[in-house]
């Protein structure tokens, strides 16, 4: 298409989804710019030196299932642009007091090493890895009804189990490692476990072990941003850095404007022209109702050697949930939920330098852990995780040279739109995840019709995966920006 004179859309914001959004606008040959705040675009999924010189850790996001399997990046030729995946000997460790149980990529494998579980480990997942392509296209995207009757097959059988909370499906197994795995995986959902659609985050990520494998990137996760904006660029589109934007009114005229802000910072920019437009004050009043999820606490460490875990088999795995018991990370979420700073949170931790050897000087490693608190926490939370991962590698604390904290203040003040330090766009419970950010039928679009949201706080949602982005500019692009 010709372009016409000036910008078809400025983008506020330069994370994964503003990167993909711009993208997205310029392959359809519009004239785009992103506007970012920060000094470098990559927002949650950038690296930095944050313990001591030679030391790369990720400062947010560092595991990348959605990231492997998006159907977005999978059109673009980020390897040509400098990313490369790495994937562990096994996606998934996780510690239990007698033993670790591991989650291959290989489902057959995994299911075996679950003993009496095998089979029922195999029901739960086996249907999702085999409809994964299915499940990607058609249900990690904004809500709606598939036409095509496999697809609604596929949905419903899927949502059936989805649906339900974590303590229900866990009741299929009978062993504690085959439980212990199931609550790691729902846990990422940040809410209790009892809560219905927490059966959804365990499936997802189970099933996207298998099928997709939770790779990190080479060279730290600010390569697949680094790799976005270079994609961005080539295609003709403009990157302006260090202008954070307070409102709508000091942006260059364009056509579109998308927002990869979290609700928050839509009102904060945009409400001037929203209040104006037709139902603009009641989506307004809905966007300030939205709700926020818990926030998390941070901690990254530089190493001596490996972390000493008492069963060496966690050193096959990048990612590693740390927490003991489905009873036990059922508990820490639960305090979590009800406003409290849990004694044993559940822990998330990855080691990616046992297998990027470009993370820390030879010999030394990192490692990058974080738990859940309530939303705006002050609780210092190093301590607590630093038992967590003593309790299944007890001279970790020997090991350890420096600890970079981030409590969920610095995450915000780092990135606005982790809100009270919430990393996952805004609560994803079963009232919101389908709605967010706003019930609409088009949630990208809003009463203006030349503002769009595009981050993660629309559908589907938190991760690195560029779909947010994606949809938004589709909508774009079938509304303001068709011709
Ligand atoms: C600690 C942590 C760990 C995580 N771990 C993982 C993980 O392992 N795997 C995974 O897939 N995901 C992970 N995530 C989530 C993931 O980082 C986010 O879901 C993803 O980055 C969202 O992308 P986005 O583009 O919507 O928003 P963001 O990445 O937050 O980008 C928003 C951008 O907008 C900019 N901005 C905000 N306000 C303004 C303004 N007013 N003017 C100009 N610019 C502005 C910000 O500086 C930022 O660059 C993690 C996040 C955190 C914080």
């Given at each position: 298409?010709?372009?016409?004179?000036?910008?078809?859309?400025?983008?506020?914001?330069g994370?994964p989804?503003g990167?993909?959004?711009?993208?997205?606008?310029?392959?359809?040959?519009?004239?785009?710019?992103?506007?970012?705040?920060?000094?470098?675009?990559?927002?949650g999924?950038?690296?930095?030196?944050?313990?001591?010189?030679?030391?790369?850790?990720?400062?947010?996001?560092?595991?990348?299932?959605?990231?492997?399997?998006?159907?977005?990046?999978?059109?673009?030729?980020l390897?040509?642009?400098?990313?490369?995946?790495?994937?562990?000997?096994?996606?998934?460790?996780?510690p239990?007091?007698?033993?670790?149980?591991i989650?291959?990529?290989?489902?057959?494998?995994t299911?075996?090493r679950?003993?009496?579980?095998?089979?029922?480990?195999?029901?739960?997942v086996?249907?999702?890895v085999?409809?994964?392509?299915?499940?990607?296209?058609?249900?990690?995207?904004?809500?709606?009804?598939?036409?095509?009757?496999?697809?609604l097959?596929?949905a419903?059988?899927?949502g059936?189990?989805?649906?339900?909370?974590?303590?229900?499906?866990?009741?299929?197994?009978?062993?504690?490692?085959?439980?212990?795995?199931?609550a790691?995986?729902?846990?990422?959902?940040?809410?209790?476990?009892?809560?219905?659609?927490?059966?959804?985050?365990?499936?997802i990520f189970?099933?996207?072990?298998?099928?997709?494998?939770?790779?990190?990137?080479?060279?730290?996760?600010?390569?697949?941003?680094?790799?976005?904006?270079?994609?961005?660029?080539e295609?003709?589109?403009?990157?302006?850095?260090?202008?954070?934007?307070?409102?709508l009114?000091?942006?260059?005229?364009?056509?579109?404007?998308?927002?990869?802000?979290?609700?928050?910072?839509v009102?904060?920019?945009?409400?001037?022209r929203l209040?104006?437009?037709?139902?603009?004050a009641?989506?307004?009043r809905?966007l300030?109702?939205?709700?926020?999820?818990?926030?998390?606490?941070?901690?990254?460490?530089?190493l001596?050697?490996?972390?000493?875990?008492r069963?060496?088999?966690?050193?096959?795995?990048?990612?590693?949930?740390?927490?003991?018991?489905?009873?036990?990370?059922a508990?820490?979420?639960?305090?979590?939920?009800?406003?409290?700073?849990?004694?044993?949170?559940?822990?998330?931790?990855?080691?990616?330098?046992?297998?990027?050897?470009?993370?820390?000087?030879?010999?030394?490693?990192?490692?990058w852990?974080?738990c859940?608190?309530?939303?705006?926490s002050?609780?210092?939370?190093?301590?607590r995780?630093?038992?967590?991962?003593?309790?299944?590698?007890?001279?970790?604390?020997?090991?350890?040279?420096?600890?970079?904290?981030?409590?969920?203040?610095?995450?915000?003040?780092?990135?606005p739109?982790?809100?009270?330090?919430?990393?996952?766009?805004?609560?994803?419970?079963?009232?919101?995840?389908?709605?967010?950010?706003?019930?609409?039928?088009d949630?990208?679009?809003?009463p203006?019709?030349?503002?769009?949201?595009?981050?993660?706080?629309?559908?589907?949602?938190?991760?690195?995966?560029?779909?947010?982005?994606?949809?938004?500019?589709?909508?774009?692009?079938?509304?303001?920006?068709?011709?």
């Amino acid at each position: 298409m010709a372009r016409r004179d000036g910008l078809d859309a400025v983008v506020v914001g330069g994370g994964p989804n503003g990167l993909a959004a711009g993208i997205a606008l310029a392959r359809a040959g519009r004239a785009v710019r992103i506007i970012e705040g920060a000094p470098t675009v990559g927002g949650g999924c950038r690296s930095a030196e944050l313990t001591l010189p030679g030391f790369l850790h990720d400062v947010c996001s560092a595991v990348h299932p959605l990231g492997r399997a998006s159907p977005f990046f999978s059109q673009l030729p980020l390897e040509r642009l400098g990313l490369r995946w790495i994937e562990g000997d096994a996606e998934l460790a996780h510690p239990l007091d007698d033993r670790a149980v591991i989650v291959e990529r290989n489902l057959p494998a995994t299911a075996a090493r679950l003993g009496d579980d095998a089979k029922a480990y195999v029901d739960l997942v086996g249907g999702a890895v085999r409809d994964w392509d299915v499940i990607l296209r058609e249900l990690i995207r904004p809500f709606h009804i598939p036409l095509d009757p496999h697809a609604l097959g596929v949905a419903m059988r899927f949502g059936l189990k989805a649906l339900r909370p974590a303590t229900a499906l866990a009741r299929r197994f009978r062993t504690p490692a085959a439980r212990a795995v199931l609550a790691g995986c729902a846990a990422h959902s940040m809410l209790s476990l009892s809560e219905p659609l927490t059966g959804a985050f365990g499936l997802i990520f189970l099933a996207s072990a298998h099928a997709a494998g939770w790779p990190i990137a080479a060279g730290g996760s600010e390569r697949i941003t680094d790799a976005l904006a270079a994609r961005f660029t080539e295609l003709g589109g403009e990157i302006v850095t260090g202008r954070s934007i307070r409102s709508l009114a000091e942006l260059p005229r364009s056509r579109a404007v998308l927002l990869d802000l979290s609700p928050t910072g839509v009102v904060d920019v945009a409400e001037h022209r929203l209040r104006v437009s037709r139902g603009g004050a009641t989506y307004l009043r809905r966007l300030r109702r939205f709700r926020y999820g818990p926030g998390v606490f941070k901690i990254d460490l530089a190493l001596d050697g490996p972390i000493p875990w008492r069963d060496p088999e966690v050193l096959r795995a990048p990612t590693v949930h740390l927490g003991g018991t489905f009873e036990e990370i059922a508990a820490a979420e639960a305090e979590v939920a009800g406003g409290r700073v849990p004694e044993r949170p559940f822990v998330l931790l990855a080691q990616p330098s046992l297998f990027d050897p470009s993370r820390a000087p030879a010999g030394r490693h990192t490692a990058w852990a974080y738990c859940h608190v309530p939303n705006g926490s002050t609780a210092d939370m190093s301590d607590r995780i630093i038992r967590q991962i003593e309790r299944f590698a007890p001279s970790v604390r020997d090991r350890i040279l420096a600890v970079a904290k981030r409590a969920p203040a610095d995450i915000e003040r780092y990135d606005p739109n982790y809100v009270g330090g919430d990393i996952g766009g805004g609560r994803a419970d079963i009232r919101q995840f389908f709605t967010r950010p706003v019930m609409r039928l088009d949630p990208y679009s809003t009463p203006d019709p030349g503002i769009f949201i595009c981050s993660a706080s629309t559908p589907p949602g938190a991760g690195v995966h560029g779909l947010c982005g994606w949809y938004a500019a589709r909508s774009a692009l079938d509304g303001v920006l068709r011709v």
